[in-house]
């Protein structure tokens, strides 16, 4: 084997107002009759962001600024999947409610408080995304009167579910090239109809 004299290489200070990169998700644009898979946050290609349910909802909300993302699996000290909390669930109605029936400050209030528990949330499973079209989710979570999906595989030796992959309306929006101004889900429908009847 050959001696081969590597030279260092060079190196500098970290900056003080240096940043750091964050995952591009260029979204394509997309039909109702393209694959429903196009429209699908893959988690097994992009990481799950998880919080805790006794986290404060001011750390949820930064957690989703820091990520760039919508929506935040609620999980337990074992990793199960025992809610979701999304943005609209943070500025919308439901902080109010609370402190109104409990008293105390937005700063007091827990994710446990406000999220949507587990026994809640219905699911799509994988195998009927992997036959579908866009279509068919637009149709699914305007029935659901939902903002997000959740997909599931069936892979472990209990039959557990786990999820595979998220759906996001304001997702499908922006592939459709369409701007939302509003987080509400009745509006981000209405404006996917119109942009689908104008077509």
Do not use: W
């Not at 964050?22 to 429209?39: G, H, K, M, Y």
Request: net charge negative.
């Amino acid at each position: 084997m050959t001696n081969v004299n590597y030279i260092p290489i060079p190196s500098t200070r970290l900056q003080s107002d240096a940043t750091f990169h964050r995952t591009e998700r260029n979204f394509s644009r997309i039909r109702l009759d393209d694959p429903a898979v196009t429209v699908m946050t893959d988690l097994k290609q992009v990481s799950a962001v998880t919080i805790a349910a006794g986290a404060p909802i001011e750390a949820a909300s930064a957690r989703m600024k820091h990520r760039g993302v919508r929506l935040l699996l609620v999980v337990n000290d074992e990793e199960n999947v025992i809610g979701l909390i999304t943005s609209t669930d943070l500025h919308g109605a439901k902080p109010i409610q609370h402190i109104q029936t409990n008293g105390g400050a937005y700063r007091d209030i827990l994710v446990q408080d406000i999220m949507t528990q587990h026994n809640m949330l219905e699911v799509i499973c994988m195998e009927d995304i992997e036959r579908s079209r866009v279509g068919n989710v637009v149709a699914t979570l305007k029935q659901a009167g939902r903002a997000h999906a959740l997909v599931v595989d069936r892979h472990d030796s209990e039959n557990r579910q786990i999820i595979r992959g998220i759906i996001s309306a304001s997702q499908i929006a922006r592939q459709l090239d369409m701007d939302i101004p509003t987080q509400e889900t009745a509006s981000t429908f209405a404006e996917i109809e119109a942009l689908l009847a104008s077509a």
